[in-house]
């Protein structure tokens, strides 16, 4: 996937496209983390977001089943 990694609109862009795998990957009791500079939360089917907090400049975001 090539793009400008700095950029919100490409971490939205990756995201939405990955996001449909995560929930069948993710073992029953699986914790997904994802750690971004974006300023959003993504969006993932299936999954139940569990914590978002910003550190600094980065995000970290937690789901769970």
Do not use: M
């Amino acid at each position: 996937y090539q793009c400008d990694w700095s950029s919100d609109v490409c971490s939205s862009d990756l995201v939405a496209k990955l996001a449909a795998h995560f929930a069948r990957v993710l073992a029953p009791d699986g914790l997904l983390v994802y750690e971004s500079q974006a300023s959003f939360e993504p969006e993932i089917p299936d999954l139940n977001l569990r914590t978002s907090r910003r550190y600094g400049s980065a995000r970290l975001t937690l789901w769970e089943r």
